[in-house]
């Protein structure tokens, strides 16, 4: 038996029924790529969890069976993701930005939204509620339970002035961020900027909650600031039971 990758859950999440949901860590496993961790740990076909090739952008798209992980697959350009058909799920990789997954208390739909500071800036969080809220109707906004997963935290990100007067602009934006130790130079916490974005996409506070810890401090994570590295990143996804 193989042992586990690192793992953390949303309790709130966990507590939606008809879906399934993990932030994925490192894995103690070398070579154990994507589709042998969801097969082995989740019992999770690969080709049912799709995924986007992440630009940082705003862009919302609803799942298509090719965004699974096929063989001679390409894939889709966008930084969120949702998905309304049991049996398939969504997903994003990150290693210091933030991975959001959300899910509904009553309706079967699930979304996965890669959150860094430039999708932030651009309202990705927002337009994902808007794009599901289209969907489903304005009043499945108030059913939404989300979480926001290992990232960047105000412990150790520290930013410039052009990131900081970019999240310094968005609602909640000053309340997580800090002057930082050398002149010019700020800490910003992703979390809880991802959170005040759930809020203002009009997810209730109660509905959503931080997942995990800070990626660049935790050796149990991913982090680019830390590894310097292009390749490595965690997957964080959220599936519709069949
Ligand atoms: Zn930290």
Same mark, same amino acid.
């Given at each position: 038996?193989?042992?586990?990758?690192?793992?953390v !859950?949303?309790?709130l999440?966990?507590?939606?029924r008809?879906?399934?949901?993990a932030?994925?860590?490192?894995?103690?496993?070398e070579?154990?790529?994507?589709?042998?961790?969801l097969r =082995?740990v989740?019992? @999770?076909?690969? =080709?049912?969890v799709?995924t986007?090739?992440?630009?940082?952008s705003?862009?919302?798209?609803?799942?298509?069976?090719?965004?699974?992980?096929v063989?001679?697959?390409w894939?889709?350009?966008?930084?969120a993701l949702?998905?309304?058909?049991p049996?398939t799920g969504?997903?994003?990789?990150?290693?210091?930005?933030?991975?959001i997954l959300l899910?509904h208390r009553e309706?079967?739909?699930a979304a996965a939204?890669?959150?860094g500071?430039?999708?932030l800036?651009a309202?990705i969080v =927002?337009k994902?509620?808007?794009?599901?809220?289209?969907?489903?109707g304005?009043?499945?906004v108030?059913?939404?339970?989300a979480?926001a997963?290992?990232?960047?935290r105000?412990?150790?990100?520290e930013?410039?002035?052009e990131t900081?007067?970019?999240l310094?602009? @968005?609602?909640?934006?000053?309340?997580?961020?800090?002057r930082?130790?050398?002149?010019?130079k700020?800490t910003?916490?992703? !979390?809880?900027?991802a @959170?005040?974005?759930l809020?203002n996409?009009?997810?209730r506070?109660?509905?959503? =909650?931080a997942?995990?810890?800070?990626t660049i401090?935790?050796?149990l994570?991913?982090?680019?600031r830390?590894?310097?590295? @292009?390749?490595?990143?965690?997957?964080?996804f959220?599936y519709?039971?069949d």
């Amino acid at each position: 038996m193989n042992p586990l990758p690192h793992f953390v !859950q949303s309790p709130l999440l966990r507590s939606v029924r008809g879906v399934y949901h993990a932030f994925l860590g490192k894995d103690p496993v070398e070579g154990r790529g994507r589709r042998m961790r969801l097969r =082995e740990v989740f019992s @999770l076909p690969a =080709e049912a969890v799709g995924t986007l090739k992440q630009v940082h952008s705003a862009s919302v798209l609803s799942f298509d069976p090719g965004d699974g992980d096929v063989s001679r697959g390409w894939k889709r350009e966008g930084d969120a993701l949702w998905t309304d058909t049991p049996g398939t799920g969504v997903g994003v990789h990150t290693a210091d930005c933030v991975p959001i997954l959300l899910a509904h208390r009553e309706i079967p739909f699930a979304a996965a939204i890669h959150a860094g500071w430039r999708g932030l800036a651009a309202g990705i969080v =927002e337009k994902t509620v808007h794009a599901l809220a289209a969907r489903f109707g304005d009043v499945a906004v108030g059913g939404i339970v989300a979480a926001a997963g290992p990232c960047a935290r105000g412990c150790c990100y520290e930013v410039g002035g052009e990131t900081a007067e970019a999240l310094h602009g @968005l609602p909640g934006g000053p309340g997580y961020l800090r002057r930082g130790k050398a002149p010019g130079k700020w800490t910003a916490d992703l !979390q809880g900027i991802a @959170l005040a974005a759930l809020s203002n996409a009009g997810i209730r506070s109660v509905q959503a =909650e931080a997942a995990g810890c800070c990626t660049i401090c935790s050796p149990l994570f991913h982090s680019f600031r830390r590894e310097k590295s @292009l390749t490595a990143r965690q997957l964080g996804f959220i599936y519709i039971r069949d």
